[in-house]
């Protein structure tokens, strides 16, 4: 029953996550708060992570006995895939326009001390150049290198299967928002897996 229960709260995490950014939902609460709406990004991004930190403790007192566990000499890959995908995540995390990501940037053209403006170019510099979701990427790799038990594994794989469909909602949004330019980067750069593309 708590395999059950985790799913789904996991899930709805999932579903609330991407309902809370969709473009239609978007457009509407930006009707509704008007000027304000400048500070929607920043209140999404700190419910996300609030959410996420409940819902992580909460999982963790589910399970003790791990099924997964790197032992020697298996430690120092996991080590290396670890630390790998943590530096990974932060170089993808600057590689974006940060101020835009954690809704600072909005709020600072809203209080008039900045002209904000949606960037049409997309950079096919660094990370981005060689996958277009090194974040994704290296969540992934960080996740399923940790040492789990039953209910983290089941975690792990409602997770992973939220970015694969979290990334194809999440492209589309990009395509109506970018139009030809994000197709030819999607054309001329692979999804999750680097060098896959000629």
């Known amino acids: 029953m708590k395999y059950l229960i985790v799913a789904f709260m996991w899930t709805g995490y999932g579903a609330i996550h991407s309902l809370l ?27 996300s992570i609030m959410l996420l930190i409940v819902l992580l403790k909460y999982s ?11 032992l020697p000499p298996w430690i120092i890959l996991q080590q290396v895939l670890l630390i790998g995908s943590g530096v990974v995540i932060v170089w993808a995390f600057l590689s974006y326009d940060s101020l835009e990501f954690m809704g600072i940037r909005q709020i600072l053209e ?16 660094g990370l981005l150049g060689i996958v277009r979701h090194p974040m994704y990427l290296a969540t992934i790799v960080f996740m399923w290198s940790l040492n789990s038990t039953w209910v983290d594994i089941l975690v792990h794989f409602v997770l992973t299967l939220y970015i ?15 139009g030809s330019a994000y ?16």
């Open 21 to 47: 950014i969709s473009l239609q939902f978007s457009k509407w609460i930006a009707k509704v708060m008007g000027q304000y709406y400048a500070f929607y990004r920043l209140a999404y991004n700190l419910f």
């Open 183 to 198: 197709i030819e980067y999607q054309n001329d750069v692979p999804s999750l897996i680097p060098f896959t593309k000629k």
């Open 164 to 178: 694969f469909i979290g990334i194809r909602l999440e492209e589309r949004k990009l395509v109506k928002q970018l």
């Open 110 to 125: 809203f209080r008039g001390n900045m002209n904000f403006t949606h960037s049409k170019t997309i950079t096919k510099k």
């Open 60 to 70: 963790n007192t589910l399970g003790t006995e791990l099924v997964i566990e790197f």
